[in-house]
């Protein structure tokens, strides 16, 4: 991607960017589970949180909070 000054992205970078985002999002969404929050349209953390107190009604007690930022991809 072509960068505009300080590493700022040109508005084709971004169009290029938002059209693969509205062409690739609802597959993707389509296959992620339910209870799913993070980095979601149209949920929040405020619905996590609703989520967990649910569960925990019904029975339910753990939780998975994850990151996995720092994990990498190999090849052997």
């Known amino acids: 991607m072509k960068k505009a000054g300080i ?3 040109t508005i084709q970078d971004r169009a290029r960017q938002a059209l ?3 062409a690739l999002e609802p597959e993707w969404e389509s296959r992620f589970e339910s209870t799913s929050y993070g980095f979601r ?3 929040s953390a405020q619905d ?3 989520r967990i ?3 925990i009604k019904h029975g339910s007690y753990y939780v998975l909070d994850a990151d ?3 994990c990498s991809y ?3």
Do not use: D, N, Q, T
Request: aromatic share 4%; glycine share 10%; charged share 25%.
């Open 20 to 22: 693969v985002k509205s």
């Open 53 to 55: 107190y649910l569960s």
């Open 41 to 43: 349209p149209g949920r």
């Open 7 to 9: 590493g700022i992205l």
């Open 68 to 70: 996995i930022a720092k």
């Open 48 to 50: 996590a949180i609703a």
């Open 74 to 76: 190999r090849e052997a």
